[in-house]
């Protein structure tokens, strides 16, 4: 594994470890009104609601960081991304304004078939 591919998968294992942290955060939060009785003062407790969010994330960082599995597929990915060929400035620009005047145009498509099919409606339902 190159060095620097190593700090990339490192930084992103710790983006994926603070993004589980995050969702069971957001999950206990959730969970916390509609708990009641002994499970709602689990819930509530200080350990579950700010503690265990973070062991979380950070159980998941170090499973993704020390697994030799996910490094190696990982490695490879970074890899091969590296290999990918990148649009110039220019082409990009070019291509959105392409995008941008086919949104335009299917729009104004759309808009005379809705408008001609609600007048054949309208025509319909007056008789």
């Known amino acids: 594994m190159e060095q620097s591919n190593k700090k990339v998968l490192t930084m992103s294992f710790l983006a994926a470890g603070a993004l589980v942290a995050f969702v069971v955060k957001i999950l206990i939060t959730i969970i ?21 969010p973070v062991l979380v994330g950070f159980v998941t960082f170090l499973a993704l960081q020390f697994n030799a599995k996910v ?25 959105t304004i392409v995008v941008c005047i086919m949104v335009l145009i299917s729009s104004v498509i759309i808009s005379i078939f809705d408008f001609v099919s609600s007048q054949i409606v309208n ?3 007056a008789l």
Request: proline share 4%; hydrophobic share 55%.
């Open 32 to 52: 916390t009104p509609i708990t009641s009785g002994a499970a709602a003062r689990v819930v509530a407790s200080d350990f579950v609601i700010h503690i265990l």
């Open 71 to 95: 490094g190696v597929w990982a490695d490879e990915v970074v890899t091969e991304i590296k290999k990918v060929v990148w649009p110039s400035r220019k082409d990009t620009i070019a291509m």
């Open 123 to 125: 025509y319909i339902v």
